[in-house]
């Protein structure tokens, strides 16, 4: 069972490069998630879909784009990387909202360094 | 006001320790309530999860639930190594016709053999 698969696990980007985090569920779920996750603080929602072709912005957008082409597949781009992009990046899927007892399930994490 | 605090802790305890790690929140809309546990270099996964006030046990662990406190528990009995993890609350309700998932900080859990 593979779950939610997140490429590469580790990444440095000059300021300015740009790259996309790889994101794929083979659970067939229709919502799917990114977070980042800084030190002491928390996990903040970067951008989420609840199904292909439909995506939205979460609590810190800025800086990032998305895409929804697959039930399967969450790309998360990085434009000009910043050095406050320097995070712990997970992607998460779930087969619905939290709130209607659906499991979140996350994925190993990209670590990006942005030099 | 934050709307979800957790101490960071660090918390270092013996083998066979009884733990208690805390959250409070600020919103009393929060209808759904849940702990994740996460491995060092691994992403969270749920540990436990509730939606009303009281107490749930699952083995060793037992979540609780305060609603008129604002106030969420989870108590890990004779903890083991094993347990060693970063443990983050997490709480969620409707907003807008969406669902907002708010996370705590996490506070890193080490269990001394």
Redesign the interface.
Known sequence: NAG?TQTPKFRILKIGQSMTLQCAQDMNHNYMYWYRQDP????K?IYYSVGAGIT?KGEVPNGYNVSRSTTEDFPLRLELAAPSQTSVY?C?SSGG???T?E??F????TQLSVL | QKE?E?D?GPLSVPEGAIVSLNCTYSNSAF??F?WYRQYS??????LM?TYSSGNKEDGRFTAQVDKSSKYISLFIRDSQPSDSATY?CAM???QGG??K?V????MKLTVNP
């Open positions: 939610v002491g603080m928390g996990l929602l939205d997970f998460a909202q939290v709130l007892n499991k979140l996350f994925g190993s994490g | 979800v957790q960071p209808q759904y849940m270099r691994k992403g969270p996964e749920l999860y983050l969620s309700l409707t969406s669902e998932l996370f705590g900080k996490g």
